[in-house]
Every structure is written in C-alpha cells, then in structure tokens.
C-alpha cells in the first residue's frame, strides 16, 4: 500500500529521467530491454530459477517505433498513477483506459499485453508492482496459517485465519505483495487439483501433520505461485508439491512453479520456488502401490522427449532423467486420485505419511 | 452432516428394496429413468427453470445390460457407505475405488459419469446429496454475509465472516448443502471475471451498496450455482448478474445461472436461480456509454441464432429477443471491463448505481 516512496514509482522516474535528459541533449530517446526467450535463459541450481543471459535489445524512437514507445511511457505514466491512488488494474481494464490515448491507442489486447510485458522487463519489477494485475483465479489455502491483510475501509491489520474456513478455503487474492503471515507449520504441501486438497481436508490432514494445503487448480497462477514463494521465503518453510504423475504435472506445473518459465524468464527471480521438491505420484509410486494408469498420450510422449533433450532443469538432475526414462518405459501416466484404489482416506493415512518421512528421497 | 435419517440413503433403500421385491418374485429386475436431453425438456415461468417433460425410460436386467445394471447399484452402495461416513468422493476418486469392482469396473471415466448422472437422475437427487462431488473451482464470495459452516474436528458451528478478507475472498467448497447464512444484505451481485470481482472490492462496493460479490469464474460451477440458489432461497435476496455483453455472457453464464440447461435437465431444479435478472452488459449500454466494442465472431453470430429459434428461454421473453436482435444489428460484442474507458471507478461509482436504481428495467 505503500504511495510514497515507492520503490517501483522511484525506478519509473529514473528512466521518464533519462529519457528526458537525452531529448534535452537533443539525442533520439531510447529503452534497454532484455531479449525474452529461451535463447536468453540458464539455469544454475544456486539461484534455483530461470535467469537471463543478459542479452538486451535497444530500442531507439524512429518513426516505425514512435506508436510503440509512445505506448510504453504512457503505460509507465498509468502505473504512477495506479500506485498513487492505491488501485490495481486489470490488464483488460489498463487496455481500455488506454481508449483514450488517441493515435497511442492500442489495436489489440495482445498490443496492450506485449507493451506491459515491456514496461516489467524493462524496469526488472513484476507487473503487480505496476499495480497491474492478471484477471484470473488464485488458488485455494486451507491450514495452520494466519494471513495477515487490511482492511481497506478501516486501514486496519486483519488476521485471516486458515484453519476457520470449514469446508471452505481461502481464496488467494491477484496481487499478495503487501500480505504478512504468521504460522508454526513445518511445510507447505501444494496441490495439483481441488478434488485433492478438499480430500485432504476432510481428512483432518493440515491438522495432523502441522502443515499447509494449497490448491493450485492446475497450473498454478502467478498469484498463486507468488503467494507460496513469499510465505516460504518469509517463515523458511519447505514446499513439497502433490500432482499427477504425467508430463503436464511434472513439467507445465511443478518445473513451472519451482523454476519459472522459458518465455517469461524475466519474472523468474519473483515467481518461481526454488525450495520446491516433488512428492509424488512417481512411476515408482505406480509399481509399489499397483496404481491404475492410463496409457501415455501421443503428447506426453513428446513432451517428456523434449524435455529430455531441451529443458535446462530436467537435463541438470539425473534424478528426474530417470524418472522420466521409467515412465516412457512403462508407457503410462497416472493421476492423484488413483490412490483412492486403496480407499478414499489412503492418501491421507498412509500415501503421504509415509513419503513424508523420507524427504530426501523426493524428486528434487 | 446428518448420517442417520438421510433422506437420500432412504431413497437408495427403497430403489434396493424395489429390485429385491422383483428378484424374489423371480421377475427380472429395472429401473426407471428420465430420459435427459433437449426434447424433454420444457420452461415454465412460475417453475423457473428448465423442466423434464416426464419421459422415462425402463432399463431391466438383460445380457446387454448387466454391467450397467451391476454398475448403478454398486455406485448406490458406494454412495451410502459415503452418506454413512460422512465423507466425500470427487468423480475421479469413485471411479478409482470401482477399480475392485471386478467385472463391473469401469472401462473409462466417462463410464463412470454416466453412471453417476443415471444415478442421480434416477433418485430425483444431486450428485452432492449422494455425497459425490465435482472437482472443480467453486467460486469467490465477498460482502455482507456470514458462512455457517462446521468446524469437522469439534463439530462446532463456525462463523465465516465475508467482510474479513481484506483483499482476498471466500473460496466455495464443492458440496453447499450443509451451509448456513447469516446476512442483511440487500441483494447478491453474481459477476463473470475475478478481476471485475476484485475491482468492486477494491471500490468498496459491497460496503456503500450492502450487497454479497460473488466471483463466478467464466460459466458458474455446479457448487457456486448451488451456492447462489439456497442463498438466495434461504434469504429471499435478489439475484443480479453482471457479465460481458456477448452470447457467451448471456446464454453459457446467465442462462444456464437462471433456468439451468439442456442436458443436465434432471438437476436444474437444484442448480438454477430463477430469482437471478440480468443487469448487464447490455447492447443498449453500448451506446448510451459509448463503450469500446469488438466485432461478434462468427461463433457468436451462429449460437445467438441458434438460441433464437430453439432455446426455450429466449423464445419466451420478447425482451430479450429485442436485445440479441439489437446485438446482431450492431455486429459487436463488449466486455464488462469495456466501461474502465470512463476511468476505473466508473463502473463502482456510475454504471452499477445507474442501474440499480432501475431494477425492473433490467433484463428477465
């Protein structure tokens, strides 16, 4: 909440400073913005996160360039205003207050999205630090975690208590920066879907092994990975993440919440989950508890292959290679719920109680 | 929570009860079904919502159909052993625990839905009430109302106060049955996006209107329709709801909110809000708010035709003939967020009050 002395307000002066400068010095204006793509990433284990090269492009005003860096400035002007006023604004919403922009104008969301993808880039913030936010679901949090918020009409502290949702659950707001925590739990268990985390739930889990449970909803949201980053950083806790054993669990939501992303390396270092490790389900798990499977389809089979051959973070630990090559072997995925073969309360009483007491053993 | 006396486990008693009668007789035992599809289905104003016609059809015990047979009445006795322990089965896990049923296990997941909407359909009951439930998010509730859940570990009731987010939400469990609702508010605003939900919060909207901000999410889960209705049931609230001026706001999103849908004909009665009237966006606020708009695509133009010449809802309400004529004259569709031109307050401080200061304008 923060107006004054806001550190993202600072850094977008610092560059309407520069570029002011240069057109007094009657020299063309001009942006640095770091190239995003793949070509332009690595992964080193101690950062724990997909990092630029630090390859960067230069983008001068010419008349092809005008509408483009027009819209950029403008974009970093609304930011201003957005963290004076205290107010967020959907990317949609940003879009069409743009409406008015005359020839700035945008042509297309797309346009207005690249443009703020730019300002992020450039500025090495998160677009919710722009006071922008993504117009999307955040996750669900049930256990033994107090958040702290405000109330906005009061300005007062409120301490929103996760384990008084009954069957509900809190719903993680777009934008969690300005969130405290408070907690004694020993780990943050992270889930891949909301049948799981209301199973566990209902099976008193969060109670009895101190932790807690968050519902991604599939891949998770930049809220949502935000959200565990920042409490895990804040109380040191361990994330341990729950999904289906299959290439889109295993790459597309845990590699995604533990390392980031290719395409959007330069959020990396603010959504990612370095302390991430993978409880299951494992191929190994199918053989030691007889799981029901599905045969792999023809695009985990090319998703596993590719990323055997291109992704930075499988190809660095040996431990997920093997992994992988078991499960092409065997020629099957297998999802969460398959553990309910056993008994519905299976996952909560003997599944994850006895992974949890070999830690170590998790897929890093 | 109530385990013994449950009406549906008496309703699955009686069903058994049935074919048992039939055994002893040494006549082949059935079961009764409505058929579930468009053409028997019927809309009634005083009813509210879509209705069977009353076409049933017999399924008796032959060599075609004993795995089905077998299938429905294992998936009742799972469903009380449910009842019976107080627990609840996502889709996926039922389908899992059937992998003992031997030959009557399920060949596919679809298999098994379609047992479990056959079972339903059959007892005249939700797929809740036998204590399955669907996985899927459940929507976001901000506002004037306080939940009465129970807390599952002391059995105590617990207030879940809706005021005491701050900027996060009340994320809805999948099964509402057992909820209860304390609240003075003076009406329920059911909205498509999170973001336009986190906007009014942001604006304190629910505080200057005393009102309940509910966050569909795009086309409302079964929970979060089920949610609205014994709210609004319960106390006698009316229903706005704000969505994108576009077929897939008013049919996919407020239609089946209202009346329910075609195919799902044997649930509506649970799942609708006939109490729900449409307050926008609307073509008409196109043009009197000069709203920023995008041309229909031509899946747009093929449903709003489609809805015009067979769905029983639009064909009842010259209203809202006149508005998806109007529609196709322009040519184009708006988003809710469209009215964020006017500035990011617009909608909380001018469109919404404009409105609610006309209800019996707003669409049926």
């Given at each position: 909440m923060a107006r004054k002395d806001n550190p993202t307000a600072a850094k977008i002066d610092a560059q309407a400073q520069a570029i002011h400068e240069r057109i007094k010095r009657k020299q063309k204006p001009q942006m640095k913005l770091p190239i995003r793509s793949l070509s332009n990433v690595k992964y080193q284990p101690r950062a724990g996160y997909f990092q630029l090269r630090g390859n960067n492009k230069v983008r001068t005003l010419t008349v092809s360039t005008v509408r483009t860096f027009a819209q950029t400035l403008k974009m970093l002007a609304m930011s201003k205003g957005l963290i004076r006023s205290g107010r967020n604004s959907t990317k949609r919403e940003a879009y069409y207050q743009a409406?008015?922009?005359?020839?700035?104008?945008?042509?297309s969301m797309d346009e207005s999205d690249t443009v703020m993808d730019d300002a992020e880039a450039m500025l090495g913030v998160n677009r919710e630090q722009l006071h922008f936010r993504a117009d999307e679901h955040g996750g669900a949090v049930a256990g033994e975690l107090i958040v702290v918020d405000r109330d906005?009409?009061?300005g007062k502290l409120l301490d929103i208590d996760c384990?008084?949702?009954?069957?509900g659950a809190y719903s993680i707001p777009?934008?969690?920066?300005d969130l405290r925590f408070k907690t004694a739990a020993k780990f943050i268990l992270a889930i891949e879907t909301k049948g799981m985390f209301e199973r566990l739930v209902e099976e008193d889990f969060y109670d009895k092994h101190h932790c807690i449970l968050v519902s991604?909803?599939?891949?998770?949201s930049r809220a949502c990975r935000r959200f565990v980053r920042r409490l895990a950083d804040d109380k040191k806790l361990p994330v341990y993440v729950f999904t289906d054993g299959d290439p889109y669990g295993y790459f597309n939501i845990y590699r995604t919440l533990k390392v980031g992303s290719g395409n959007a390396a330069h959020l990396n270092e603010f959504?990612?989950?370095?302390?991430a490790r993978f409880i299951g389900v494992t191929p190994d798990d199918i053989e030691q508890y007889k799981l029901p499977t599905h045969p792999l389809k023809d695009v985990d089979i090319k998703r596993a292959h590719d990323a055997m051959k291109n992704d930075p973070f499988i190809r660095h630990y040996k431990a997920w290679q093997s992994a992988i090559e078991k499960m092409l072997k065997m020629g099957v995925r297998v999802e969460?719920?398959?553990?309910?073969?056993?008994?519905?309360?299976f996952v909560a009483k003997t599944y994850l109680p006895r992974k949890l007491k070999q830690v170590k053993n998790f897929l890093p």
């Amino acid at each position: 909440m923060a107006r004054k002395d806001n550190p993202t307000a600072a850094k977008i002066d610092a560059q309407a400073q520069a570029i002011h400068e240069r057109i007094k010095r009657k020299q063309k204006p001009q942006m640095k913005l770091p190239i995003r793509s793949l070509s332009n990433v690595k992964y080193q284990p101690r950062a724990g996160y997909f990092q630029l090269r630090g390859n960067n492009k230069v983008r001068t005003l010419t008349v092809s360039t005008v509408r483009t860096f027009a819209q950029t400035l403008k974009m970093l002007a609304m930011s201003k205003g957005l963290i004076r006023s205290g107010r967020n604004s959907t990317k949609r919403e940003a879009y069409y207050q743009a409406y008015n922009w005359g020839q700035a104008a945008f042509a297309s969301m797309d346009e207005s999205d690249t443009v703020m993808d730019d300002a992020e880039a450039m500025l090495g913030v998160n677009r919710e630090q722009l006071h922008f936010r993504a117009d999307e679901h955040g996750g669900a949090v049930a256990g033994e975690l107090i958040v702290v918020d405000r109330d906005r009409r009061t300005g007062k502290l409120l301490d929103i208590d996760c384990t008084k949702f009954g069957s509900g659950a809190y719903s993680i707001p777009a934008v969690v920066e300005d969130l405290r925590f408070k907690t004694a739990a020993k780990f943050i268990l992270a889930i891949e879907t909301k049948g799981m985390f209301e199973r566990l739930v209902e099976e008193d889990f969060y109670d009895k092994h101190h932790c807690i449970l968050v519902s991604m909803g599939g891949v998770p949201s930049r809220a949502c990975r935000r959200f565990v980053r920042r409490l895990a950083d804040d109380k040191k806790l361990p994330v341990y993440v729950f999904t289906d054993g299959d290439p889109y669990g295993y790459f597309n939501i845990y590699r995604t919440l533990k390392v980031g992303s290719g395409n959007a390396a330069h959020l990396n270092e603010f959504f990612c989950v370095p302390q991430a490790r993978f409880i299951g389900v494992t191929p190994d798990d199918i053989e030691q508890y007889k799981l029901p499977t599905h045969p792999l389809k023809d695009v985990d089979i090319k998703r596993a292959h590719d990323a055997m051959k291109n992704d930075p973070f499988i190809r660095h630990y040996k431990a997920w290679q093997s992994a992988i090559e078991k499960m092409l072997k065997m020629g099957v995925r297998v999802e969460q719920q398959a553990l309910a073969k056993h008994g519905l309360d299976f996952v909560a009483k003997t599944y994850l109680p006895r992974k949890l007491k070999q830690v170590k053993n998790f897929l890093p």
